[in-house]
């Protein structure tokens, strides 16, 4: 024999409702959640602005190509020794001192090669920009028109925060290079002396 199982439509429609509203609600203060949190990144303005990397002797883009491996716009660095110069700019409406930064490079791929060094900026005006050497800094791996990842150099760059002197945020920078020190850098052309 079949049984009959008999359901009170007014329960069911209250159990529903209640239901249905947890569900929005849920989902509601999730999505202000997030909405929140993309905004607040997305407007925040670092402190400590990074505003360019140099590199000394001078890196260049080329296509580099390693037996059937070809690697578009890399940027080349093309000596084993070599100083980066980064560019920074206090955003703030404060004087800034003792500011701390870091340098890190690192092989991509192989987190066991990571050579970190420390810089400090004395102080930086509101408004100004200042720039902070790393001199000396040894390749950790060298392509030598052989291999495509050897060579292969992830640099990050940070402003560390430093609450007595001003800086309360943390900014990093990510930059990439590659080292093959059997690629030329480019020739620049030197104008000729025309005579009138």
Known sequence: ?????????????????????????????????TANASATKTDMVPEVKMLGLAVEPASFTRDLTYGSVTLKGSQVISSKNFDLIVTVQNTTGQKMSNI?????????????????KLGNLPSLDPGATARVAFRQVN???????????????????????????????????TFYFNVDTTVKSPKV????????
């Open 1 to 33: 024999m079949a049984r009959i199982i008999a359901i009170n439509r007014k329960y069911f429609t209250l159990t529903l409702s209640v239901l249905l509203i947890c569900f929005l609600g849920i989902a509601g203060v999730t999505l202000w959640k």
């Open 139 to 173: 390749a950790l791996g060298d392509a030598q028109g052989k291999s495509a990842t050897t060579g292969q150099h992830k640099i990050t760059l940070r402003v560390k925060p430093n609450a007595a002197g001003g800086v309360n945020q943390a900014t990093e920078a």
């Open 189 to 196: 052309a030197t104008p000729v002396p025309q005579n009138n």
């Open 100 to 116: 701390p930064i870091e340098l890190e490079a690192s092989l991509i791929g192989d987190d066991s090669k990571k050579v970190s």
